[in-house]
């Protein structure tokens, strides 16, 4: 049985165009990339037989303009096409893919194969000649290149000129970069249009921050009682937080806390007065989401906290958590907003074996456009105050359609608001919250600690879902203390936050982390005595003075990261081979030509993933990523980062690293000889 086209098919065009990227799977939302990042745009195509073609990708700007990019075939068997591209301009960019026959190298292959072995020699050269005078003839072309294509063609006609000087021709560098520059094409395609949502640069490179402001300053008196710090006296901590080059401070909600239900000490269920109960039982006599608790000042002073952090280059980050406390507003004005059980009570928050008895779930479906617009209104409410990024709670407890329409909304007005889903969920819920609109993601990076999970859930993450899920590599949150760190000690958690400042864009570290805080409450991967029920009091410069802090070993990450232009990329990183496996390497480069700096830049990190040992490995790299011919002999030079030291490395490459002196290598490639 023969396959005939439905009726108003369209044909396939002469060169067939497939599979073009960057692309959401299914095709309803648009990929995205952030200003700066190199983006690659890919593509199959092919046509019969063995005659060359040439693809191009023709980008529009969101300002209009235009620009054409040669792709080169990636010689993979697979007839893919690509090249990579750093967009520098917020907004939507459309592009298309255009394949054509590429006479010129059709001809050159034929031309260099038959006259070597001085098979129709003549005929391939006076093919030749023609192709170079009609070029030649094209107006589009700088004089200089038509003058060199036409002494092209003089000698291929030559009958003085030999094979061998005809083959300078053909192989002549000049006039292959000409070509290049302007191909001879013929058999057009030209693909369908696409668009590419460009987001700005702090939608997907960042490093984040969190504290609770009511630490911050708190104070306990003699009889045990504590005074609240407020954004006054939190203020005085952003200093500290730049400078360990923090430049997101993300805050828990930091509005009224719920007396009913609320949890005490490690989660329990008997408060005692004082307790502060916890910040996302959210809701209470002196307001809701768009209210401020009063322990830590009034809106004047929130604003004042927003200014001071800008004056420190900090951005903050407010969660936004739609649930409600037993006394929130919404409870008595729209009991519709929640669910009510079958004995007249309404359902608290569960994720069992935990329960959130001093938390209720909104449920979406019995008003939905109230709901919608009370959300939109909070969200532009703190817009107002100054801020442009939310980490939002359990984004996939709620229905997905409520955030494609949020984010839309929001971002059509604000385009710079950037939201974080803290959705530690199953793949698909995941990554449909990073294709709806989410502009960045929780990921469970947190748990993947060896050399065969890091290398698997990495690559995942630059290859196969970058076009839609930017990760924020987390390394512990109030939530989560994971064995790993728990057990690991400093070693443990200086190689923890090495490999997610180096290995992602974006990554963040919450409050106590430089501090070793890995104590957990039994049974749990939370820390004992949480911060989420009761106040913490941290002496950070004394900590420090005693070397009990690796605060400045964060700061050196940091610095090496606005430093480094190739850690600004997620998409870049490449997996090395160890013979040890617990040691994993990786590198991250980046060409000049799409550098900011102009400047190659390469970083090799060699990670030492037992905390508790020395280990000793041969390290084997693929050198040919920034240029090297490691397979020839050719070295290099790498300096560590971290401890200044400096060695000539080459393919194969001992290393030794001791998890009680320096557990991490984050070496650059100075040169290449």
């Given at each position: 049985?023969?396959?005939?086209?439905?009726?108003?098919?369209?044909?396939?065009?002469?060169?067939?165009?497939?599979?073009?990227?960057?692309?959401?799977?299914?095709?309803?939302?648009?990929?995205?990339?952030?200003?700066?990042?190199?983006?690659?745009?890919?593509?199959?195509?092919?046509?019969?037989?063995?005659?060359?073609?040439?693809?191009?990708?023709?980008?529009?700007?969101?300002?209009?303009?235009?620009?054409?990019?040669?792709?080169?075939?990636?010689?993979?068997?697979?007839?893919?096409?690509?090249?990579?591209?750093?967009?520098?301009?917020?907004?939507?960019?459309?592009?298309?893919?255009?394949a054509?026959?590429?006479?010129?190298?059709?001809?050159?292959?034929?031309a260099?194969?038959?006259?070597?072995?001085?098979?129709?020699?003549?005929?391939?050269?006076?093919?030749?000649?023609?192709?170079?005078?009609?070029?030649?003839?094209?107006?589009?072309?700088?004089?200089?290149?038509?003058?060199?294509?036409?002494?092209?063609?003089?000698?291929?006609?030559?009958?003085?000129?030999?094979?061998?000087?005809?083959l300078?021709?053909?192989?002549?560098?000049?006039?292959?970069?000409?070509?290049a520059?302007?191909?001879?094409?013929?058999?057009?395609?030209?693909?369908?249009?696409?668009?590419l949502?460009?987001?700005?640069?702090?939608?997907?490179?960042?490093?984040?921050?969190?504290?609770?402001?009511?630490?911050?300053?708190?104070?306990?008196?003699?009889?045990?009682?504590?005074?609240?710090?407020?954004?006054?006296?939190?203020?005085?901590?952003?200093?500290?937080?730049?400078?360990?080059?923090?430049?997101?401070?993300?805050?828990?909600?930091?509005?009224?806390?719920?007396?009913?239900?609320?949890?005490?000490?490690?989660?329990?269920?008997?408060?005692?007065?004082?307790?502060?109960?916890?910040?996302?039982?959210?809701?209470?006599?002196?307001?809701?989401?768009?209210?401020?608790?009063?322990?830590?000042?009034?809106?004047?002073?929130?604003?004042?906290?927003?200014?001071?952090?800008?004056?420190?280059?900090?951005?903050?980050?407010?969660?936004?958590?739609?649930?409600?406390?037993?006394?929130?507003?919404?409870?008595?004005?729209?009991?519709?907003?929640?669910?009510t059980?079958?004995?007249?009570?309404?359902?608290?928050?569960?994720?069992?074996?935990?329960?959130?008895?001093?938390?209720?779930?909104?449920?979406?479906?019995?008003?939905?456009?109230?709901?919608?617009?009370?959300?939109?209104?909070?969200?532009?409410?703190?817009i107002?105050?100054?801020?442009?990024?939310f980490?939002?709670?359990?984004?996939?407890?709620k229905?997905?359609?409520?955030?494609?329409?949020?984010?839309?909304?929001?971002?059509?007005?604000?385009p710079?608001?950037?939201?974080?889903?803290?959705?530690?969920?199953?793949?698909?819920?995941?990554?449909?919250?990073?294709?709806?609109?989410?502009?960045?993601?929780?990921?469970?990076?947190?748990?993947?600690?060896?050399?065969?999970?890091?290398?698997?859930?990495?690559?995942?993450?630059?290859?196969?879902?970058?076009?839609?899920l930017?990760?924020?590599?987390?390394?512990?949150?109030?939530?989560?203390?994971?064995?790993?760190?728990?057990?690991?000690?400093?070693?443990?958690?200086?190689?923890?936050?090495?490999?997610?400042?180096?290995?992602?864009?974006?990554?963040?570290?919450?409050?106590?982390?430089?501090?070793?805080?890995?104590?957990?409450?039994?049974?749990?991967?939370?820390?004992?005595?949480?911060?989420?029920?009761?106040?913490?009091?941290?002496?950070?410069?004394?900590?420090?003075?005693?070397?009990?802090?690796?605060?400045?070993?964060?700061?050196?990450?940091?610095?090496?990261?606005?430093a480094?232009?190739?850690?600004?990329?997620?998409?870049?990183i490449?997996?090395?081979?160890?013979?040890?496996?617990?040691?994993?390497?990786?590198?991250?480069?980046?060409?000049?030509?799409?550098?900011?700096?102009?400047?190659?830049?390469?970083?090799?990190?060699?990670?030492?993933?037992?905390?508790?040992?020395?280990?000793?490995?041969?390290?084997?790299?693929?050198?040919?990523?920034?240029?090297?011919?490691?397979?020839?002999?050719?070295?290099?030079?790498?300096?560590?980062?971290?401890?200044?030291?400096?060695?000539?490395?080459?393919q194969?490459?001992?290393?030794?690293?001791?998890?009680?002196?320096?557990?991490?290598?984050?070496?650059?490639?100075?040169?290449?000889?």
């Amino acid at each position: 049985m023969v396959a005939t086209p439905s009726p108003g098919a369209t044909q396939t065009p002469r060169i067939p165009l497939a599979l073009p990227f960057p692309q959401v799977p299914g095709g309803r939302f648009d990929p995205s990339a952030y200003v700066g990042e190199a983006v690659p745009f890919t593509v199959t195509a092919f046509r019969e037989g063995h005659d060359r073609i040439g693809v191009h990708v023709r980008l529009f700007s969101p300002g209009g303009d235009e620009s054409l990019h040669r792709l080169s075939a990636l010689g993979d068997g697979f007839d893919r096409w690509s090249t990579l591209i750093v967009p520098l301009e917020q907004g939507v960019w459309k592009f298309r893919f255009e394949a054509f026959a590429d006479d010129f190298t059709t001809w050159q292959h034929a031309a260099d194969v038959k006259i070597s072995a001085g098979v129709d020699a003549a005929l391939m050269r006076e093919s030749g000649a023609l192709l170079f005078s009609r070029a030649a003839k094209e107006k589009s072309r700088p004089a200089e290149e038509r003058r060199l294509l036409e002494r092209g063609a003089v000698t291929l006609r030559d009958p003085a000129a030999s094979d061998e000087t005809a083959l300078e021709v053909v192989r002549y560098a000049e006039i292959e970069k000409s070509f290049a520059r302007r191909p001879l094409a013929s058999l057009a395609t030209v693909g369908d249009e696409h668009s590419l949502l460009v987001e700005r640069e702090r939608a997907g490179v960042g490093a984040w921050y969190e504290f609770f402001p009511r630490s911050e300053g708190a104070v306990r008196a003699e009889d045990g009682t504590v005074v609240s710090g407020t954004f006054r006296t939190a203020a005085a901590r952003l200093a500290g937080v730049a400078g360990m080059g923090f430049d997101v401070l993300y805050l828990p909600p930091i509005h009224p806390i719920g007396e009913r239900n609320r949890k005490g000490p490690n989660n329990t269920l008997d408060p005692k007065p004082g307790d502060p109960g916890s910040p996302w039982a959210i809701g209470g006599a002196a307001g809701g989401h768009d209210a401020i608790h009063p322990d830590l000042g009034d809106l004047d002073d929130f604003r004042a906290f927003v200014a001071e952090a800008r004056r420190h280059d900090i951005e903050i980050a407010l969660d936004l958590a739609l649930q409600a406390s037993p006394d929130h507003p919404w409870v008595a004005e729209h009991p519709e907003w929640f669910t009510t059980l079958p004995d007249g009570s309404i359902a608290y928050a569960e994720n069992p074996p935990k329960k959130y008895q001093d938390i209720y779930p909104v449920n979406f479906d019995n008003d939905p456009e109230g709901i919608r617009a009370e959300v939109l209104r909070v969200v532009r409410h703190w817009i107002a105050q100054g801020v442009n990024i939310f980490r939002v709670d359990n984004p996939h407890t709620k229905p997905l359609q409520f955030w494609e329409w949020l984010i839309a909304t929001v971002n059509a007005e604000s385009p710079d608001v950037v939201f974080l889903a803290e959705a530690f969920t199953r793949p698909a819920p995941l990554q449909g919250l990073g294709m709806a609109g989410f502009q960045q993601s929780y990921t469970y990076f947190t748990w993947r600690n060896t050399k065969e999970e890091l290398t698997e859930f990495l690559t995942g993450l630059a290859h196969e879902t970058a076009d839609f899920l930017r990760p924020n590599l987390f390394v512990n949150t109030p939530d989560i203390l994971t064995e790993y760190l728990q057990y690991g000690g400093r070693p443990a958690y200086k190689t923890r936050a090495a490999l997610a400042a180096t290995a992602a864009p974006t990554y963040g570290v919450y409050a106590g982390y430089e501090l070793i805080e890995n104590v957990a409450r039994p049974g749990s991967e939370e820390n004992i005595d949480n911060e989420k029920y009761e106040y913490k009091f941290r002496d950070w410069a004394g900590a420090e003075e005693r070397d009990e802090s690796i605060a400045p070993y964060l700061r050196r990450l940091n610095e090496i990261r606005r430093a480094h232009p190739a850690l600004a990329q997620l998409r870049n990183i490449s997996f090395h081979w160890t013979d040890d496996d617990a040691i994993l390497v990786y590198s991250k480069h980046i060409d000049a030509a799409l550098s900011p700096t102009g400047r190659d830049d390469t970083i090799i990190v060699v990670a030492n993933l037992d905390p508790h040992s020395a280990r000793e490995t041969t390290v084997h790299l693929d050198t040919r990523i920034w240029g090297v011919d490691g397979a020839a002999g050719e070295t290099f030079e790498v300096e560590d980062l971290v401890t200044g030291a400096q060695w000539t490395w080459g393919q194969h490459n001992f290393v030794r690293l001791d998890a009680f002196v320096e557990p991490v290598h984050i070496l650059h490639v100075k040169e290449t000889r």
